[in-house]
């Protein structure tokens, strides 16, 4: 076996630039489904030229390299590391924290993190960042970086259900969420809802579930259908861009899925608004 040697400055530099990447452009998913749902005759003049706003702030954060939201969020790292890579030259969370800590200040990105969730003093860095860790087969490192508001992370949530409680009623916990957040999270919505594991590991499927473009469904056709299903109910409800009613409540739903115990049926949903920001790179 082949060992790689990576200095954990490639990975402070990455970090520095993904978090400026994922604040500034949206994702190439999202903004064709927001321009999808801005074309469809289904939707009044109102909600089109809302969607229409939508697409002209994320043309402008691009061209003027502001951000797509001013809730610049927490700063989550997803970071995939090939067993045969050997990290050097310092801490790897120090060189990740050193990477959002310069990008969110260089890019003056609101800091949004308190030290202490009930002294709430700010730490004035948007750090410490959330980290992610998992060990991979091969030598490379890959890097995800998602800001996360706060509007939608509030919304999100975690039901223990029965083992016997099925594919109807994760949908109807799942758009019951949605029926929550109302017009409170900004939406059109896309969902990340993690199934299985355990109560803190569905959660984690959940916000990796946000990962995946949401034009592209779950490879096993049962959870596919349930996408589906979630968004056409969610859609149901007709809460619409930012409350103004139509067809557009979520854009998208992606699942993933974990074994489970026999006993339960672990469910998290992981709401996040129309700005789904995220991007990656392997060094
Ligand atoms: S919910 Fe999303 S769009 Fe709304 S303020 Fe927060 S990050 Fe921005």
Do not use: W
């Not at 096993?220 to 930012?242: D, F, Q, R, S, T």
């Amino acid at each position: 076996m082949t060992m790689r040697k990576i200095n954990i400055i490639e990975i402070e530099k990455k970090v520095r630039n993904l978090c400026a990447k994922a604040n500034i452009v949206l994702r190439s998913d999202v903004n064709a489904a927001i321009f999808k749902a801005c074309r469809s005759k289904n939707e009044t003049p109102l909600v089109r030229k809302m969607l229409k706003i939508l697409l002209e702030n994320a043309r402008l954060a691009k061209e003027e390299k502001l951000p797509i939201c001013q809730d610049t969020g927490i700063t989550e790292v997803f970071l995939k590391i090939g067993e045969q890579v050997i990290l050097t030259g310092g801490n790897l969370t120090d060189a990740v924290n050193r990477g959002i800590k310069k990008s969110y200040a260089e890019n003056y990105f609101r800091k949004s993190v308190v030290r202490d969730p009930l002294l709430r003093k700010n730490t004035k860095t948007n750090t410490p960042g959330i980290l992610h860790v998992e060990i991979i087969r091969g030598n490379k490192v890959k890097i995800t970086v998602m800001p996360k508001g706060f509007g939608s992370e509030n919304k999100s949530a975690l039901f223990m259900l029965n083992p016997t409680a099925g594919a109807k009623e994760v949908e109807r916990v799942s758009v019951d969420v949605v029926k929550t957040a109302g017009s409170n999270a900004c939406p059109p919505y896309i969902l990340g809802i993690g199934l299985g594991g355990t109560a803190e590991f569905a959660a984690r499927l959940a916000k990796k579930a946000l990962l995946r473009p949401i034009n592209k469904a779950n490879k096993k056709y049962h959870l596919a259908e349930l996408e589906k299903n979630i968004m056409n109910k969610a859609n149901e409800l007709k809460i619409g861009v930012m409350g103004l009613g139509g067809m557009t409540t979520v854009l998208g739903v992606n699942i993933e899925a974990a074994p489970t115990h026999i006993a339960g049926l672990p469910v998290a949903i992981n709401l996040s608004c129309h700005a789904l920001r995220s991007a990656s790179a392997t060094i």
